[in-house]
């Protein structure tokens, strides 16, 4: 199963980004989706979550506020917009299609992963 993020670059803090993740529909059109990033050296993070129906969501305190998750059923995309981007929000962020209708916040609860696509945020 292959998902397919894109949208990552290299942007000034203070500005935008919407992160693309394209998923078949057989993997993803039944369940939850998530967005995490990771830096050199650290665990993958938790960053925003969306449920089957796009009805639930829930974020990181980090990222609360400044992000946005959606999905586009018709398109089997899930989205990121990214706005206020601060220097510490730079790494490599990787969607993720959930084992369930409704993912929780925890890497665990993911079967499958897209390749990641880099987010450079400049001070």
């Known amino acids: 199963v292959q998902l397919q993020a894109s949208g990552g670059g290299l942007v000034q803090a203070g500005g935008s980004l919407r992160l693309s993740c394209a998923c078949p529909?057989?993997?993803?059109?039944?369940?939850?989706m998530g967005w995490f990033r990771q830096t050199p050296g650290k665990e993958r993070e938790f960053v925003a979550r969306?449920?089957?129906?796009?009805?639930?969501?829930n974020y990181a305190e980090s990222v609360k506020g400044r992000f946005t998750i959606s999905r586009d059923s018709t398109k089997n995309t899930v989205y990121l917009q990214m706005n206020s981007l601060k220097p510490e929000d730079t790494a490599v962020y990787y969607c993720?299609?959930?084992?369930?209708?409704?993912?929780?916040?925890?890497?665990?609860?993911?079967?499958?992963w897209g390749q990641g696509t880099q987010v450079t945020v400049s001070s």
């Open positions: 529909r057989r993997t993803c059109s039944n369940n939850g």
């Open positions: 993720a299609a959930g084992r369930g209708p409704y993912s929780g916040d925890s890497a665990t609860s993911y079967a499958y």
């Open positions: 969306i449920s089957w129906k796009g009805d639930s969501t």
